[in-house]
């Protein structure tokens, strides 16, 4: 059994027209308070963030956007980079008049805030990214991994195209991930998260050929207050975590215990406090 989850009658959706001609869709919870723009991860949508917006929707104005190649947005054969992200949300803000927001991803998502952050220093008041996949990256290759080779990025697309010769009861089923959160009760989350697949492009394997923004190349740029939310990892790692956020000037990091890579679907009130207490009176 699916569960289908609608927008809110008061929440506003629409397109904007980036300025390569790309058109990303978005949601909007509207309301006064300050405006807080979500960049979801790979292989998700705008959309599948809808719980973390309705926690969120009382104290902020949240936008949920959909990145090219996902969702509703268009899906170009190029313009996946870290500046590439970075210029398409840059580009939203400036259709939907925002100036000065609140900006949070998630893992590809949290590459793209990081990114903006550094290439518009002027625009964020605040920045929090979540296991952002630049930082994930830089681990990596300080272990000697390179990252995804040509044969592994086919493995991308060819899971994406599997998903896509499927409906989405098929789904819910054959997929461990969104399995497990059906058999953990989480029956909106899967069907949210199943959707995002079906609608994802194969071009997004051009996120992984075009690489992450690399902290030694960008953190040091950032001017705005930076949370980074990051899993639990081991010492080591979060040794290397913190010689990364060190580069930021007014930088914060802080490691979620029994926290893996979705750190808000593993330790979600955890997460939301951390997010709330910093962004408070910002």
């Not at 300080?142 to 040509?150: I, K, T, V």
Request: glycine share 10%; charged share 30%.
């Amino acid at each position: 059994m699916t569960v289908e989850t609608r927008l809110p009658e008061e929440w506003t959706e629409g397109f904007v027209e980036v300025d390569d001609g790309v058109r990303l869709h978005y949601a909007r919870t509207g309301g006064d308070g300050p405006p807080l723009v979500v960049a979801h991860g790979v292989f998700d949508d705008g959309l599948a963030r809808i719980p973390l917006a309705r926690d969120l929707e009382d104290e902020y104005d949240v936008v949920l956007y959909d990145a090219r190649g996902h969702g509703q947005s268009d899906a170009p054969e190029s313009g996946y980079g870290a500046d590439d992200r970075a210029a398409d949300l840059v580009g939203l803000l400036d259709e939907l008049g925002i100036e000065n927001p609140l900006l949070l991803g998630h893992s590809m998502g949290g590459d793209t805030v990081l990114a903006t952050a550094a290439n518009y220093p002027d625009r964020p008041r605040a920045v929090v990214a979540v296991d952002p996949a630049g930082l994930l990256a830089h681990n990596r290759d300080n272990r000697g991994d390179d990252g995804l080779d040509e044969e592994e990025i086919e493995g991308v697309r060819e899971q994406v195209l599997w998903w896509h010769d499927h409906s989405k009861a098929e789904l819910l089923e054959a997929d461990d991930e969104l399995a497990g959160h059906v058999e953990a009760g989480q029956e909106e989350l899967a069907s949210l998260l199943a959707d995002a697949r079906l609608r994802v492009s194969a071009n997004i394997t051009e996120v992984f050929r075009s690489g992450w923004a690399d902290p030694a190349d960008y953190y040091s740029d950032i001017d705005a207050p930076t949370l980074v939310l990051r899993a639990d990892v081991d010492e080591q790692a979060r040794e290397r975590d913190r010689e990364s956020v060190d580069l930021i000037p007014d930088g914060r990091l802080v490691h979620v215990d029994d926290a893996g890579h979705c750190v808000f679907r593993d330790q979600r009130s955890v997460a939301t406090d951390e997010v709330r207490s910093f962004l408070a009176g910002r």
